[in-house]
């Protein structure tokens, strides 16, 4: 038993008043001697003692009265804990800590993962010391920390200082693994606490049910839930997409951004859009109780070069998730290299890129006899006319090349061999396979059929409608077999694929080479357009704006000297240089941001990075959800359901008596005052 206002317990001494007043305030008989008092009858001992018990019965009342005032006052309480948060000294007891981004929603002054934390220690009078205090966050479910043998709830409560909170994606499946493998073979009793807002995005019920069995099997563990509510006036930036496929300096790039409210509605709540701090864009949403929306926006690049932006809402009770960053590259220049078997073969390639913007492209034209001394690295695209065998040589530098983000564009020729052009294209870099070669006479050749408008290449090409005007010939058509990697971009007439896209590599197939008896494509205006395109489209594949999120590893090109990264913070890290690799990397992105990598002191690479989209949805176990996974062994998992301010005050079962008291009293005022009233009547 405990009391609310224990203070007034140093009024206890005061039940000694009525015993005070008893003692002195007896009646004292003096004997008067009439001459009659014979005649008088002897007063009858009966009623004498009946007075003395009524004395002692009112002194008991009085002092019960004053006692259960007092202690009415006093407010006392009868608690009770759950089995699941008494620990027996010397048990191990573990922490399942939810420090993850959606636990740093913050309402008055402080957030859910404080709350959490600070409702949890409340409960730790059932642990009987001294016990083993291991604790593991669940944004580093493989880091289990043992803070050894605690003596005092002081002691839990120092160590939990070192927890801070965390943008990571959660896993809580995860960290009760790790658990469960520190005490695989121990049958020891132990309490494992888990203290989570259980978003379902990282809580897979059935995953932790059989987790939990399994667990159970192999220990004498007992598991308690302390699910903490999230609040519901939260809004959160879950994506943001570049919807425009050719990104371009002066044309206009659309982005497209979805919102979604985690319980309440907002009309037309604000979003905005800034490109190197500057706002250039403003929207608004509708929102519904746990509703999505989505807004797009269009804005005009006029520089070259990296350039980030981020989108931005109004500020809520969450900060980590009102922001979205992302990050474009505009190419100055493009640098392309042609290898064609002859240097007719490549003629009218060099003649459509010299007709593109002055300095957008760099191109240079070599002979497979000149490839072996060619330096890959120092560009971005290599296109093949013609071409059927690489030396060996070649072909390694080319792996290379592909491996670190370089395009290539095949385009078969008449001095091809489908069987030596397998070997090299499909079997080497999973190019399509070449099963057959027609020939068509007269007036029965193809034409362009179907194009797909929503690839990037040709999205928005036509942009006022309309399409292609007049389709080129083509005479000569090959047939490729197509894989789950392919995807055919343009099609013939007849279906026959002519433009086809290879996922295995950063690489495009051209059924076709503008030399005669394949087509007159190289005569139509259609021809510089698709190479601009596909230029751009492959170039862009290298820098298409990927959505890391915090925690990802960072990767790029390999950069020759020295190499730093700049954190969104502005804290800077050597980058070294792993040997036999083609590639850099940093995996400590725990900010979300811009992460600027830079060589020799200029920025080469930039990367957004964002909170996990999992840690952004508005969807969390209910509480019957909860209670399905209970049913898995309800003697050994307890749910304790904190309070919607986060205490945990009804999680221990609390029963306030002083309204009995208060009644109490009032039936002994009652109880005095009647026998009070009859002593003095019979006296």
Known sequence: MAFLNPVLLYLLPLIGVPLIIHLFGRQRYRTVEFSSIRFLEQLKQDVIRRLKLRQIILLILRTLLITVLILAFARPYRTSRSQGLVVQAGETLYWVIDNSASMRTAEQGTNLLTRALAGATGLLGGVEYPVRFKWISTTQPQELHDAGLIRSAAGIEATLQK?????????????????????AGRQENATIWVLSDFQRSHTDIDRLSGLTKKLFAASGARLVLLPFRQSQANFSLMTAEIVTG???????????????????????????????DERVGQGAVDLTERGLATTEFEFIPNVTGA????????EDVSDADNVFYFSLFIPASI??????????????MERAFSSFPAGLFETRLVTLTDLPVV??????????????????????????????????????????????????????????????????????????????TRHPIFQDLWRYGGGLNASPRF????????????????????????????????????????????????????????????????????????????????SWPELQGSTQIMLPSGRRFNVDRTPGQQRQSFSLTEESGIYTVFQGGQSRYCFAVNVPVSEKA???????????????????????????????????SRSEISPFLFWLVLALALAETYIGR?????T
């Open 307 to 314: 350039v980030n932006g981020r989108l931005t809402l109004p």
């Open 475 to 554: 005479f000569r058509v090959p047939g490729f077999t197509l894989h789950p990697s392919h995807r055919a971009i343009v099609s013939y007439n007849d279906g026959t694929p002519l433009l086809i896209e290879n996922h295995s590599v950063r690489g495009l197939l051209l059924g076709t080479i503008p030399a005669a008896g394949w087509s007159d494509l190289q005569f139509s205006g259609f021809f510089p357009a698709l190479l601009y395109r596909m230029t751009l489209y492959l170039y862009g594949q290298q820098l298409t704006p990927v959505c890391y999120e915090v925690g990802d590893t960072l």
């Open 246 to 276: 050719i990104i371009e300096k002066g044309q206009t790039t659309r982005l497209t951004t979805t919102v979604v409210s985690w319980g309440q509605s907002a009309p037309n709540r604000a979003v905005s859009l800034y490109l190197e």
């Open 618 to 652: 508005a969807d969390f176990l209910t509480p019957a959800e909860l209670v399905e996974w209970q049913k898995n062994d309800p003697a050994r998992i307890v749910i304790l359901e904190p309070d919607q301010d986060g205490s945990l005050a009804s999680v221990i």
């Open 335 to 348: 640098r392309v290299l042609i290898v064609s078997r002859s240097s007719s073969d490549g003629m009218y």
């Open 163 to 183: 927890i801070s909170g965390s943008f990571r994606q959660a896993n809580i499946a995860a960290a009760l693994q790790t658990v469960a493998s520190d005490l």
């Open 375 to 452: 330096d890959l690295k120092r560009y971005e695209l290599v296109w093949f006319l013609n071409i059927d065998d690489l030396p060996p040589v070649v072909n390694r530098r080319l792996h290379d090349f592909s491996a670190t983000g370089g395009g290539l564009v095949v385009m078969p020729g008449s001095d091809c061999q489908p069987e030596r052009f397998n070997r090299q294209w499909a079997d080497g870099f999973g190019f399509p396979r070449w099963r057959l070669n027609r020939q068509v006479e007269g007036e029965g050749f193809l034409k362009i059929g179907a194009i797909n």
């Open 678 to 682: 009859i002593n003095r009547r019979d």
